[in-house]
Structure formats: C-alpha cells, structure tokens
C-alpha cells in the first residue's frame, strides 16, 4: 500500500485510506495515531502540527470537528462562527484546562479569571467572594460585610448597614 493507506493482507492491492487523525507509511498494514498538538486528514501519510490559531477556512483538514478540536490548546475551546469552526479563547470569567475543550468552565465562587486563553481561576483576596457565573476580574471580588453590619441582599452585596438597635450579627456575609 501506498503512504497514507493500509491493508491488513500483505501484498494486497485494494488499500484502504488511514481515517482522519492517524498516518501510515509505505506497505503498512495499520495507521498510527497522530500525536497531541497534531492533526491528519484521511489518508494521510505524515500528521502535522498545529497552528496556534487553528481555523475551518485556514485548512480543509479542519473540515471535521474531531480535527479541530484535537489543535485546540488549554485555554480555548471548539466554537462555530463566521461560517466556520475555530478554536476561540474562553472568555474572562472562564478557563478550560484540557486539549479539545467544546466549552470553557466558568470560575467557581470566591475565585475569577482576569482574561482570556485562562487555564486556571485565581483566589479572590481573602474575606472575599464573588457572584455565580464566572468573576472576569479581581475587581468582581466582594468583601464580606463585618461583624455588626449587614447586606439588605440575600447575597450579602455591599453595601453594608448597620444592625438597627437592639439587633446584631457576627456572621460574615
């Protein structure tokens, strides 16, 4: 068999093409899947590597999903836009952690994510939190109210009053 197929018989001449994300040279009789940060269209006899900006309309390898979605570094993630597919960088408040994300995470409360391509939320200061869905930046990051006061919000969002006469708390929130 040529690059880029295979057969399973020796000496066969009805070859098959490698699928998508694996290669084959000369006379093989299986393909090799590509490495990470790698990427091969059907019946390829060499994998490539990745751009650092992968797109559908740069490539026509990156016609298939699982192709694209393979060069997608930590910190982006598989999106539709513009026609096309590309590895888009999450957005502030958000991170991904793994090659191939299809979404990004949003930053679990007290912690923020202060711009894009994150792989990692950062610690809001300590006696600090933040609200659902994904602090994009240190300034998301609320304090507590202090012993005595207290947020008229369920959530505990400044400002903070104090307790009416005769009333008092010591929780932090």
Known sequence: CEAGKFSTLLGASNC??????????????SCSACQVLQYAGSGASTCLQCPLDPSSSADPAFSYRSQLARCCRPGRFLTQE???LICAPCPYGSISTSIGSLACDLCEL????????????????????????G???????????EPGTASLNQ???????????GFFTNLTR
């Open 82 to 84: 513009q026609g096309g």
């Open 16 to 29: 098959s093409d490698c699928p998508e994300g694996t290669f084959s040279a000369v006379g093989a009789t």
């Open 155 to 165: 959530l505990g969002i400044q400002p903070c009053v104090s307790c009416p006469q």
């Open 135 to 145: 602090a994009g930046s240190e300034q998301d990051c609320k304090a507590f109210c």
């Open 110 to 133: 007290g912690k923020y994510a202060d711009g894009p391509n994150n792989t990692a939320c950062l610690d809001c200061p300590q006696g600090s939190w933040t609200l659902p869905g």
